[in-house]
């Protein structure tokens, strides 16, 4: 671990708070605001730590910040992946791989997702590991960046964990069981041996005799329909229809879920977006979804 450079790590922080405005990150500007870019209380709360940790940072003090804590700070503050790896040197760090195994979202896809905040929205790796969710994201699947290891991965949990599967519709399943199969046949291909899609295929055949079972027939070029059917707990049949954006620095994908308007899945969205908004309030302030 290289030293870190506190002065540098300071003036850097400061010059990006300072330069990120609050529509930047989804937050109200509001009338009263004197400060230029955003609050170090707000980077704070974006960024999953305490004020009082982060004001210390700026101000050249306080302990040796982690890996993590700087990955959640060049997330929270919407840096480049430039930016990023200067971050990471400036604090004594080897700066994160980029491509398709890193976890940094890039600015472009974070400002789309912010302003998605009436539509289910999520941003996924080439692997299935939600990222980030939009508040009615979480409405309408849970929170799935909760999951750690290889269940991180949607495709390792449809083979290795049933319950995965309630939200879909029953007729749908043997379908998307081939649709994943042959999903991560193509990763594990396009990425080789030893990869992080070889390791989390090994692991997935494992658990699951289905799965080796497609494995052997080698199906590879399935596309999913623009079409999705869910079947949600509080509001029942869902008929969404799914866009994609792509970030081909990362490979991350932005899934977009839209209902046409007039139809009953319209309806159930709107009513799920109210259900989601009472859920956070019962939840109260510490909820971090």
């Not at 708070?17 to 605001?33: E, I, K, N, W």
């Not at 999953?48 to 700087?70: C, F, K, N, V, W």
Request: hydrophobic share 35%.
């Amino acid at each position: 671990m290289a030293t870190i450079d506190r002065a540098g790590l300071a003036e850097f922080l400061r010059g990006r708070r300072q330069a990120v405005q609050p529509q930047d990150v989804g937050l109200p500007r509001g009338s009263r605001r004197r400060t230029a870019g955003l609050r170090r209380e707000e980077v704070a709360a974006l960024c999953h730590m305490s004020t009082d940790y982060y004001a210390r940072l700026e101000r050249e003090r306080g302990p040796h910040p982690s890996e993590q804590m700087i990955a959640s700070i060049a997330q929270g503050l919407h840096l480049t992946l430039d930016e990023r790896d200067h971050l990471f040197r400036l604090a004594g760090h080897e700066p994160p791989p980029r491509g398709p195994q890193g976890q940094h979202v890039g600015p472009g896809l974070l400002r789309v997702l912010d302003r998605l905040v009436d539509t289910p929205a999520e941003i996924v790796t080439e692997l299935g590991e939600t990222l980030r969710q939009s508040p009615l994201g979480v409405a309408l699947t849970g929170d799935a960046t909760r999951y750690t290891g290889p269940a991180r991965s949607l495709g390792y949990r449809w083979f290795a964990d049933p319950a995965s599967r309630h939200l879909y519709r029953p007729e749908d399943h043997a379908a998307m069981s081939r649709l994943y199969a042959s999903h991560l046949r193509e990763v594990v291909t396009r990425r080789g041996p030893g990869s992080r899609a070889a390791q989390l295929a090994e692991l997935a055949l494992a658990r699951s005799a289905e799965l080796r079972q497609l494995w052997e027939t080698h199906e590879v070029g399935l596309r999913p329909e623009d079409v999705k059917h869910f079947v949600h707990p509080e509001v029942g049949a869902l008929e969404l229809h799914c866009q994609t954006l792509l970030d081909p620095q990362q490979q991350h994908l932005l899934l977009v879920y839209t209902a046409v308007p007039g139809t009953e899945s319209y309806d159930k969205l709107q009513l799920l977006a109210v259900l989601g908004t009472q859920a956070v309030a019962a939840e109260g302030p510490g909820r971090t979804a």
